[in-house]
């Protein structure tokens, strides 16, 4: 960071904009494979904070490599990077008042890691979605699991890249076991139980 560059403090609080918005800005963090189902879940809960009257933005790992990070691969030190860039705006996100549902495949035990330490001021909430290597295999529509194995596709998570499954995270959602309403369902419940937006 250049020592010339000085942040200006807004006049605005975060807590000025939580009364604003009738509700506290955070993040909820989906960590997860590939089909395991974290984009459908996000989606779905945000669709349920707007007709709660929740003021939200979801940020998808694939949506965000389009735009903001469409210069980065798979390489190692691209995800780290990846990930420090999503966890920047996210955190711009929950300043502004938002809840910021982020789903992001975040493979690695060490970039949870720098997620927590860096937005352990934000309200933050982690989120496994477990499922099986097998059952995302079946699942995936967009057929990425399969040109993984034939060597088309590189660096991919679950088949020539890691998963290291998450121990710390504060929610497991296993959609194995539960449909797409069910986890919904089951993750209003525990955010309710948690106070997390009030």
């Known amino acids: 960071m250049d020592q010339n560059v000085i942040k200006y403090k807004s006049l605005i609080t975060r807590e000025d904009r939580n009364m604003l918005n009738h509700h506290k800005g955070g993040v909820i963090w989906f960590t997860g494979l590939p089909a395991s189902g974290k984009s459908t879940i996000a989606h779905l809960l945000e669709k349920e904070f ?28 691209d995800r780290k990077e990846n990930i420090r860039r999503s966890v920047e705006v996210a955190r711009l996100f929950a300043d502004a008042g938002l ?55 590189e660096n991919y998570t679950g088949i020539s890249s890691p998963f290291e499954e998450p121990e710390k995270c504060h929610l497991v959602i296993n959609t194995e076991n539960l449909n797409q309403d069910e986890s919904v369902k089951l993750l209003l419940r525990f955010l309710n139980e948690r106070k997390f937006i009030r």
Do not use: M
Request: glycine share 6%; with cysteine; hydrophobic share 30%.
């Open 50 to 77: 707007y007709d709660l009257k929740v003021r939200t933005y979801v940020l998808d790992g694939d949506n965000i490599r389009h735009g903001l990070n469409s210069d980065l691969g798979f390489s190692r030190e």
């Open 99 to 153: 809840v910021v549902i982020c789903a992001f495949i975040t493979p690695y035990e060490d970039d949870r890691d720098f997620i927590r330490e860096q937005l352990k001021n934000d309200n933050l909430l982690e989120v496994y979605v477990k499922c099986s290597l097998q059952t995302c295999e079946k699942r995936d529509r967009k057929g990425y699991y399969q040109k993984a194995r034939a060597g088309v596709i």
